[in-house]
């Protein structure tokens, strides 16, 4: 499985609690070099005051959990 691939799964166990407050999350790229997944952040998240803390406390924090090679998650 490919890194962007175990991204995906990584995201996807943490997409139905962003889907039932209304948002979503897509990963954008990957950058092997320094380890940093940039994701968009969709529906309410995208304008919602506690987006930073759920992209660091929430998102990061399961992607690097499942996936050492993922050093950072960025919102674009």
Do not use: H, W
């Not at 490919?2 to 166990?13: A, C, H, R, Y």
């Not at 889907?19 to 969709?42: I, M, P, Y």
């Not at 992209?55 to 950072?72: C, F, N, S, T």
């Amino acid at each position: 499985m490919s890194i962007i691939e175990q991204i995906s799964t990584s995201l996807n166990k943490i997409r139905p609690s962003l889907q039932a407050d209304g948002g979503d999350v897509e990963l954008v790229s990957f950058d092997e070099a320094d380890g940093t997944a940039k994701v968009r952040l969709t529906g309410m998240c995208a304008g919602c005051p506690m987006a930073a803390y759920t992209l660091k406390e929430g998102i990061e924090a399961e992607v690097k959990k499942d996936i050492p090679q993922v050093k950072r998650v960025e919102a674009v």
